[in-house]
Each structure stands twice: as C-alpha cells, then as structure tokens.
Nanobody
Framework: QVQLAESGGGLVQAGDSLRLSCAAS????????MAWFRRQAPGKEREIVA?????????YSVESVKGRFTISRDNAKNTVYLQMNGLKPGDTAVYFC????????????????????WGQGTQVTVSS
C-alpha cells in the first residue's frame, strides 16, 4: 500500500510559477512509476500531465505543458515534484499524483490504468 499526499497548489496569476510536491508513504517508493494528472472541471476525465520512470531517468510530458512543466523525483525523500512555470489560465485544475508498481526501471507510463494509487489532489487556479 502507498499513500500519497500532494501539496503546493494555490491561486496565482498568469505567468507565475508553482512547485507541486507529492510525498509517498512506505519504503518501496523506487519501485513505483509516478505521474501527475489533472482534472480541469468536475465530471471531466483526468488527463495525464507528466510521468516519470522509477529511476527518474525517463520522463514524459503532454504537449500542452512541454517547455513549461518539469517532473522530477527524489527517491531518497519518497517525493515526486511538478515544477510549473509560465502558468496559464488553462492550467487551472485539480492536480493529482499517482503511483504504479511496475517492473521496468526506465519505462515511463502515461496511461491512467497503470496507476494503482492516487492522492486526494491539490487545486491550482491561475487567474488572467
């Protein structure tokens, strides 16, 4: 079992930066691929924002955030981060981190079906 707790959300203006953190419980964090998803409106499906391999050596970002958002992880701290720069009103959403137990150290997974554990989410609101 893994418990995930996101932090770092808030209300910012367009062009500002935020760093989201997701702290995971347990001693096997490095066995999990990690990802950030977001849901931009109630009832809308969660969409992948970024994902990272177990080792941190492989990453994926959705086209709309490339060049602005960076995912990283610190396995010693059981934490995954999402650095968000150049925020736009269209980035307003609830952001969730997710963990998936996978065998491959370097593979990156963008499908939500891979992820078994989810945090409660943190709200990011970007005003124009």
């Amino acid at each position: 079992q893994v418990q995930l707790a996101e932090s770092g959300g808030g209300l910012v203006q367009a062009g500002d930066s935020l760093r989201l953190s997701c702290a995971a419980s347990g001693r096997t964090f490095s066995r999990y691929a990690m990802a950030w998803f977001r849901r931009q409106a109630p009832g809308k499906e969660r969409e992948i924002v970024a994902a990272i391999s177990r080792s941190g050596g492989g990453t994926y970002s959705v086209e709309s955030v490339k060049g602005r958002f960076t995912i990283s992880r610190d396995n010693a701290k059981n934490t995954v981060y999402l650095q968000m720069n150049g925020l736009k009103p269209g980035d307003t959403a609830v952001y969730f981190c997710a963990a998936g137990r996978v065998p491959n150290v370097e593979d990156v997974y963008s499908s939500p079906s891979i992820y078994d554990y989810w945090g409660q989410g943190t709200q990011v609101t970007v005003s124009s």
